[in-house]
């Protein structure tokens, strides 16, 4: 069974940085894709950034120049190095991992969120 756990959020004035992290556990064949979503209070899940089938990661527009997701292959983990953090940056930030996992096939994964919140 893949596990993702997060790790690295928390509280931080605006301007700050924080660096989050995640790392999945268990038996993965291959990974399609994997990357960062986050949850404001009242607001639905967005995209922050991802590495997929394309050359280069994608990152929502409201966090170009100031996020940048990173990875780890032989650790099957992932970085979000958040930098210049806004009050609206505030959120639960989940980690997504799609993949083929032996026995099961495709899996769409999800860790259980990690709360940064950005103090004004």
């Known amino acids: 069974q893949v596990q993702l756990v997060e790790s690295g959020g928390g509280l931080v004035q605006a301007g700050g940085s924080l660096r989050l992290s995640c790392a999945a556990s268990?038996?993965?064949?291959?990974?399609?894709?994997m990357g960062w979503y986050r949850q404001a209070p009242g607001k639905q899940r967005e995209l922050v950034a991802v590495?997929?089938?394309?050359?280069?990661?994608k990152y929502a527009d409201s966090v170009k120049d100031r996020f940048t997701i990173s990875r780890n292959n032989s650790k099957n983990t992932v970085y979000l190095q958040m930098n210049s953090l806004k009050p609206e940056d505030t959120a639960v930030y989940y980690c997504?991992?799609?993949?083929?996992?032996?026995?099961?096939?495709?899996?769409?994964?999800w860790g259980q969120g990690t709360l940064v919140t950005v103090s004004s």
């Open positions: 268990g038996i993965i064949s291959s990974i399609n894709f």
């Open positions: 997504n991992l799609g993949g083929i996992v032996p026995s099961r096939g495709l899996v769409d994964v």
């Open positions: 590495f997929d089938s394309s050359v280069e990661p």
